[in-house]
């Protein structure tokens, strides 16, 4: 007969081995961790969800996640960053096929902190940018409060789509004193961002390098407009579709700008469909390869080919001493569709494409 010791002990070993026999990485698939600190932001490697908590990023402090692949990752708190004098980015997350949930919640850089009127060409020293993000995955529904200088940098992607998401920097319209507070600065290919807003003193979109980039549905004002470049040399931007997207009180609406001093350079096969833009106080549509001259002597190290507005129109209003479509060539070709472009307001520009031939339009 069985002893109660005999029996239990049977029993302790049978689930043991049960346990056992549970591969490893799926018990730790099933782990869960909480950010509540840089210290604990080390250690979510293994965690297939993780949360972060409120607080505050001290000063010389830099906060950095490499998730689990895979990882549901969701805000419960807002995240500041202190005044500090470390180097940007002061957020980076990289990780492959992330679910990124910000729930309202905000990443507050204390611009205010900072800001001067000089951006990062001088004046205090500016981390920027605020935010980083590599690897893949879908990153939704946060907001960029504040940022010192540029406030979010996409790059070494993977397939990246944002949805959702604002960056918030008009309190440095106060004085004049937010400078160079890009919204959203690419340079990696297969990014799509969708349903979000930008307002800023600079570029909402700045694409400088990559292919495969969709701009979507979003709002941008305050700023300088939607933007391929600036283009530095042995930097292509290729296959990018602009559509849906709201512009108002910027400076510039639509701009391609390549350095005039570029080489190894191109931009190729740019989208426009379905835009409106409103309040322009410079240039409707500005397509340039003399930057950072707006129009001057264009260089021809960075070829610029196939720029289209098509399926939905583009509409553009400018004020009244705005140029409604200017372009600065000096080694552009094709023929580019301009048939769903309309511009009104303002006075004409001037239009050397060089050897691109543009077709249709109303500017």
Same mark, same amino acid.
Not at 239 to 264: E, P, Q
Not at 279 to 286: F, P, R, T
């Given at each position: 007969?069985f002893t109660h010791?005999?029996?239990?002990?049977v029993?302790?070993?049978?689930?043991?081995?049960v346990v056992?026999a549970?591969?490893?990485?799926e018990l730790?698939e099933r782990?869960s $961790?909480? #950010?509540?600190?840089v210290?604990?932001?080390?250690?979510?490697?293994?965690c297939?969800s993780v949360?972060?908590s409120a607080?505050?990023?001290?000063s010389?402090?830099?906060?950095?996640?490499?998730?689990k692949?895979g990882?549901?990752i969701?805000m419960?708190?807002?995240?500041?960053?202190?005044?500090?004098s470390?180097?940007?980015?002061?957020?980076?997350i990289?990780g492959d096929d992330?679910?990124?949930?910000?729930?309202g919640y905000?990443?507050?850089?204390?611009?205010?902190d900072?800001?001067?009127?000089e951006?990062t &060409?001088g004046g205090?020293?500016?981390?920027h940018?605020?935010l980083?993000?590599?690897?893949?995955?879908t990153y939704?529904d946060?907001?960029?409060?504040?940022s010192?200088?540029?406030a979010i940098s %996409?790059?070494?992607?993977?397939g990246?789509v944002?949805?959702?998401?604002t960056?918030?920097n008009?309190?440095?319209d106060?004085?004049?004193?937010?400078?160079n507070?890009d919204?959203f600065d690419?340079?990696?290919?297969?990014?799509?961002?969708?349903?979000?807003?930008v307002?800023n003193?600079?570029?909402?979109l700045?694409?400088? &390098?990559?292919?495969s980039i969709v701009?979507?549905?979003?709002?941008?004002?305050?700023?300088h407009g939607?933007s391929?470049?600036?283009i530095?040399s042995?930097?292509?931007v290729?296959?990018v579709t602009?559509s849906?997207n709201?512009v108002?009180d910027?400076?510039y609406g639509?701009?391609?700008?390549?350095?005039?001093?570029?080489?190894?350079?191109?931009?190729?096969?740019?989208?426009y469909?379905g835009?409106?833009?409103?309040? %322009?106080d410079?240039?409707g549509?500005?397509?340039?390869?003399?930057y950072?001259?707006?129009?001057?002597?264009?260089?021809?190290?960075?070829?610029?080919s196939?720029i289209?507005?098509t399926g939905s129109?583009t509409?553009?209003?400018?004020?009244?001493?705005a140029k409604r479509?200017t %372009?600065d060539?000096?080694? $552009?070709?094709?023929t580019?569709d301009?048939s769903?472009l309309? %511009?009104?307001?303002g006075s004409e520009?001037t239009?050397?494409?060089?050897?691109a031939? #543009?077709?249709?339009?109303s500017?």
């Amino acid at each position: 007969m069985f002893t109660h010791a005999f029996r239990q002990f049977v029993f302790t070993a049978a689930v043991l081995a049960v346990v056992s026999a549970i591969p490893t990485e799926e018990l730790e698939e099933r782990s869960s $961790c909480t #950010i509540s600190s840089v210290s604990t932001a080390s250690s979510i490697s293994s965690c297939s969800s993780v949360t972060i908590s409120a607080f505050t990023v001290p000063s010389g402090s830099t906060l950095s996640l490499s998730p689990k692949s895979g990882a549901t990752i969701t805000m419960a708190g807002d995240i500041t960053f202190a005044k500090t004098s470390s180097d940007g980015p002061l957020f980076t997350i990289d990780g492959d096929d992330i679910t990124f949930n910000g729930a309202g919640y905000s990443f507050d850089g204390n611009g205010a902190d900072y800001w001067d009127g000089e951006g990062t &060409d001088g004046g205090v020293d500016k981390p920027h940018p605020l935010l980083k993000f590599k690897g893949s995955g879908t990153y939704s529904d946060f907001t960029v409060l504040n940022s010192p200088a540029q406030a979010i940098s %996409i790059g070494n992607s993977d397939g990246l789509v944002f949805d959702s998401i604002t960056v918030d920097n008009s309190d440095g319209d106060t004085d004049d004193l937010g400078a160079n507070t890009d919204g959203f600065d690419v340079s990696a290919d297969d990014v799509t961002i969708k349903n979000s807003v930008v307002k800023n003193q600079d570029d909402c979109l700045a694409i400088n &390098d990559g292919s495969s980039i969709v701009f979507e549905d979003n709002t941008c004002s305050g700023g300088h407009g939607i933007s391929i470049g600036s283009i530095s040399s042995d930097n292509s931007v290729s296959d990018v579709t602009i559509s849906g997207n709201t512009v108002k009180d910027s400076m510039y609406g639509l701009r391609i700008k390549v350095k005039a001093s570029a080489t190894d350079a191109s931009v190729s096969d740019i989208t426009y469909s379905g835009n409106t833009i409103t309040g %322009i106080d410079k240039y409707g549509v500005l397509i340039t390869q003399s930057y950072p001259d707006d129009d001057g002597t264009p260089g021809t190290g960075g070829p610029i080919s196939d720029i289209n507005f098509t399926g939905s129109t583009t509409t553009i209003t400018v004020g009244d001493d705005a140029k409604r479509l200017t %372009i600065d060539c000096g080694a $552009c070709s094709g023929t580019w569709d301009f048939s769903k472009l309309k %511009i009104t307001g303002g006075s004409e520009g001037t239009v050397d494409s060089d050897d691109a031939t #543009i077709s249709g339009g109303s500017y």
